[in-house]
C-alpha cells in the first residue's frame, strides 16, 4: 500500500505548535492528554481550562467525524505545570492517513510536551476484565500495517528506526499504580476498524496475547516515541470482545459505567499530571 504523504507532516506540527503557543501565550508545554471516546467525562476532572482552541485554528487537523469526539485543545495549568488537553482525535477508519492521526501528538511534542498520554476506549479480550474497568496500557499489537513514520522523515529528527522495547513507560505505568494500586496492566490490539471483530478474530487475538482491542492509540505512541516522549495509555472497558459475552449488551448500562469511570479515571490524571 502506498501511503499519500502531506507535504512535511514534521513541518505543519511545528507550524500548529508555533499557533498553539501564540494562542496560549505560553512560551512552551509539559505535558499532552489525548481524550478518546467516552473520555469527555474525564477533562473537567483533569482542571480548568485557561483556554480552549478548535483544532481549525491550528492547521494541519483534520476534524474529528465521531461522536463524542469534540474539535478542540484545552489549556490547563497545574501550578507550574501547562497541560494540554485534546478533547479527541482522529482515526484510520475516518479514512485519515497516519501522519494525520498523530498530528496532535506530533504538535503537543513540537510544542515542548515531554510527556503524552493516551486514553481510548476498548474492548476488553481478556475474560477477567469488566465493564467499565480503566486497564493500563503495557505494550501494543500494531495490526493496522501502517506506521506514521513511512515516508520522509526532514533532516533533524531521530532515525525512523525507531525503538519500541518500552513503548509505554514503565515508570508512569508504576506512578499511576502509586495512586490507584487496583489499576491492571494489558497489552493493547489497534486494529484499522471500523467494524468490530469476528468472535474468531478475538481468539487469534487473545492467543496473539491481546488483552485489549481498539482503533488508535498505537499509532500515537509509535510517533510519540519516535520523538523521544514519554507515553502513558490508558483503555477503559466499554465491552467484551465479540464472542465473550453471552447476552447483548445493554448499551445505557456500558456510556454510564464509562461516564462514571472516566470521571474517576480525570481525578487520576489531574493527580499524576503535576508528578510527570
Ligand atoms: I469501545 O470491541 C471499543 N472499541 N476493534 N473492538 C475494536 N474497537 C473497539 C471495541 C472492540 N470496543
Redesign the pocket.
Known sequence: MTDVHAADPFAQAEASAATLKRLAGAPDFDAAVVLG??WLAAADAIGAAELEVPLADLGGFELPTTEGHAPAVRYIKHGNHRILLFLGRVHMYEGYAPHTVVHGVRTAIAAGCRTVVLT????GVNPAYAVGQPVLISDHLNLTGRSPLSGPIPAGYPSRFTDLTEAYSRRLRDLARRHDPALTEGVYAM?P?PH??TPAEIRMLRTAGADL???STALETIAARHLGAEVLAISLV??P??GLSEQPLDHREVLDAARASAARIGELLAALLPQM
Open positions: 471516546s467516552g481510548n476506549a476498548a474492548g486494529l476498524g468490530y471483530e482491542v481498539g482503533m466499554t465491552n470482545a465479540a
